[in-house]
């Protein structure tokens, strides 16, 4: 598929992006300046072609993936909304709030996925997605022991994205509808939490009893 990732400039959005280019799909790389999409580009090892600013990436992609920090969210929301108009936009976000980033602090929506739909309305079918999973080990090349809840309204869109956590080697499972999205942002402070009191630097969700 052509997936543009908005802000794929940063941790997440590189990770998701080497994994994907690795199994086939075309990736174009969103920034809010040329500059920093071309230099992405360049450590992805893919075509500076495929550095664009976020609106363009959003207007080429088959589906979007968003990878920014919450407090930005909207705005770049903002900047893509009429070009993802028919398509699937992948949320990553968690509402952190720093520097309590171990606290479970969700907005008043509900949850950044919700928030994200709410502004975009329904002409645009927001699945969330990769909350738990550490950025800096998806850079990697190492098999990754943590699995991927994929909430949002519509089967069939969770499907589609269920098929790109799958490619890019980890597992995904349906969970629910996007309101379940809290449970998975919520879990991240939780495993921040973790990683902290335990000295550890991903711990990550598994599903057992399968
Ligand atoms: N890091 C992780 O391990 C991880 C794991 C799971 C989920 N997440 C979630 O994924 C999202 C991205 O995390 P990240 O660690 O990849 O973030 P990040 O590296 O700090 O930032 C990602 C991108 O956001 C854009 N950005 C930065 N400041 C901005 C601003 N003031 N206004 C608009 N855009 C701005 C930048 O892109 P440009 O400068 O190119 O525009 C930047 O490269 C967050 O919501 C995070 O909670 C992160």
């Known amino acids: 598929m052509k997936i543009a990732i908005l802000g794929g400039t940063g941790a997440l959005g590189l990770g998701l992006a080497s994994r ?13 300046t040329i500059e920093s999409a071309k230099s992405a580009c360049e450590k992805l090892n893919i075509n500076e072609d495929q550095g664009m600013l976020n609106a363009d990436a959003a207007n080429q992609a088959e589906i979007a993936c968003l990878t920014v920090p919450f407090s930005f969210q909207l705005d770049i929301l903002s900047e893509v909304k009429d070009a993802l108009s028919g398509k699937i936009l992948i949320d990553g976000t968690v509402p952190l709030v720093p520097p309590k980033v171990m606290r479970v602090q969700l907005p008043e929506e509900g949850c950044a996925a919700i928030r994200a739909q709410t502004y975009l309305g329904d002409s645009i079918q927001v699945i969330s997605a990769f909350q738990n999973i550490s950025a800096e080990l998806l850079q990697t090349d190492a098999e990754i022991d943590c699995d991927v809840l994929v909430c949002g309204d519509k089967r069939d869109s969770r499907e589609q994205v269920i098929a790109l956590v799958n490619d890019a080697g980890l597992t995904g499972w349906h969970a629910g509808p996007l309101c379940n999205s809290a449970a998975a942002e919520a879990l991240t402070s939780v495993l921040i939490a973790i990683n902290k009191n335990h000295t550890i630097k991903h711990s990550g969700i598994q599903i057992t009893g399968v």
């Open 20 to 32: 994907w280019i690795r199994s086939g799909h075309e990736v174009l790389i969103g920034s809010r």
